[in-house]
T-cell receptor, first 118, second 113 residues
Framework: AQSVAQPEDQVNVAEGNPLTVKCTYSVSGNPYLFWYVQYPNRGLQFLLKYITGDNLVKGSYGFEAEFNKSQTSFHLKKPSALVSDSALYFCAVRDMGKYGGATNKLIFGTGTLLAVQP | ETGVTQSPTHLIKTRGQQVTLRCSSQSGHNTVSWYQQALGQGPQFIFQYYREEENGRGNFPPRFSGLQFPNYSSELNVNALELDDSALYLC????????????FGPGTRLTVT
């Protein structure tokens, strides 16, 4: 079964410093990986995805993620954190259909709360 | 291009009651998925509709049911509400089935007392 794990409940970083939010995955077949961000009382906003191709994926708001097949990781990164980046971040993997067919079902991790201090 | 909208924003129900939550997909999107997000948890997939047919279901009991209409708007119905049904319910739409990007609505916060 497909799954993702986010080992850190919370990440604290000072504004201007680089940030990393960790995610590891377990899939059968090729992974389709995603990062979403959730602000308080809001739905999820898409940040970026990895389907195939370059291991470094660039997304919205200056975020990027590095796909590492040997370590089964997909860590979210940003070179310089902003206070406004403080939010809940979710890593997700697309599930396969019953017979390997197309599905939009996402399996989410438990989330990592990013706190950026001014 | 309008985004995904959900109604109501908040809802309080009593155990045993029934509830209907509504979602309007982003313009042109024919696939909608529903997720339940309990407090402190990641969203859990409930089911997905594609062109008015259910096309995938998560580990939720039959008292969770849904509909998708010809205009691709959608409803989530929950019967015989239980306290554990208290959660944020999220609707997500995508342009086509298998599309990798899903656009989420703001959610409906359901409280069951």
């Amino acid at each position: 079964a497909q799954s993702v794990a986010q080992p850190e409940d919370q990440v604290n970083v000072a504004e201007g410093n680089p940030l990393t939010v960790k995610c590891t995955y377990s899939v059968s077949g090729n992974p389709y990986l995603f990062w979403y961000v959730q602000y308080p009382n809001r739905g999820l906003q898409f940040l970026l995805k990895y389907i195939t191709g370059d291991n470094l994926v660039k997304g919205s708001y200056g975020f990027e993620a590095e796909f590492n097949k040997s370590q089964t990781s997909f860590h979210l990164k940003k070179p310089s954190a902003l206070v406004s980046d403080s939010a809940l971040y979710f890593c997700a993997v697309r599930d396969m259909g019953k017979y390997g067919g197309a599905t939009n079902k996402l399996i989410f991790g438990t989330g990592t709360l990013l706190a950026v201090q001014p | 291009e309008t985004g995904v909208t959900q109604s109501p924003t908040h809802l309080i129900k009593t155990r045993g009651q029934q509830v209907t939550l509504r979602c309007s997909s982003q313009s042109g999107h024919n696939t909608v998925s529903w997720y339940q997000q309990a407090l402190g948890q990641g969203p859990q997939f409930i089911f997905q509709y594609y062109r008015e047919e259910e096309n995938g279901r998560g580990n939720f009991p039959p008292r969770f049911s849904g509909l998708q209409f010809p205009n691709y708007s959608s409803e989530l119905n929950v019967n015989a509400l239980e306290l554990d049904d208290s959660a944020l319910y999220l609707c997500a739409s995508s342009l086509v089935l298998g599309d990798y990007e899903q656009y989420f609505g703001p959610g409906t916060r359901l409280t069951v007392t």
